[in-house]
């Protein structure tokens, strides 16, 4: 068994460029890396991509600067063992600077909010203030889920998945634009 990395790209000049309104378990051109191919849970039926810990999602910069909010659907998922206790969630988000990235000479991430992930699935709020890279190039934007990991063939007896496993990601959601006080 061996597992690899993928990226997908799609150049799309400025002028054709659309506002995102959500983003699919299955969107794979907005999943720079960290997750897995989508897959049904056997337990709810829904689709889900499962991130490995440290997952990154690609959005286009927005074109207003509003405060907005990505609401993220996260679970812990109903398989992972209650005896490893509660998971956390980490999201926070940054302009992408070429060439990559993980380049050291990058913004860097915007600070993080964090939350206990629940078994089930539950909208967790981002909340995106363009102020905070309004001065910096770039095109894209990068949301970063960071969470505890677990090895089901390892954490339970009874699995015999080798991935290292993060959260359960199904789906994302750009809320309506949070005006500003006076506006």
């Given amino acids: 068994d061996f597992s690899l990395d993928f990226h997908i790209y799609k150049l799309v000049p400025a002028a054709e460029r659309q506002e995102l309104g959500q983003i699919a378990v299955d969107d794979y ?11 049904q849970d056997a337990a709810s039926g829904r689709l889900i991509a499962w991130t490995n810990g440290g997952a990154l999602l690609r959005l286009p910069r927005p074109t207003h600067n509003q405060p907005f909010t990505i609401q993220l659907e996260l679970a812990a998922g109903t398989t992972r063992p209650a005896a490893l206790g509660p998971v956390q969630a980490c999201l926070d988000y940054r302009i992408e600077q070429r060439p990559w990235a993980d380049d050291p000479q990058a913004a860097p991430f915007a600070p993080q909010q964090c939350y206990a992930i629940t078994a089930e699935p539950h909208s967790y709020t981002l909340q995106i203030e363009p102020g905070s890279y309004a001065n910096l190039p770039g095109d894209s934007l990068l949301i970063r889920i960071q969470s505890d990991t677990w090895l089901p063939a390892r954490d339970d007896p009874q699995q015999h998945d080798r991935r290292v496993l993060g959260l359960q990601f199904l789906g994302a959601v750009i809320a309506t634009v949070v005006q500003s006080p006076g506006n």
């Fill in 29 to 39: 051109a907005r999943q720079v890396l960290g997750f897995y191919r989508a897959e």
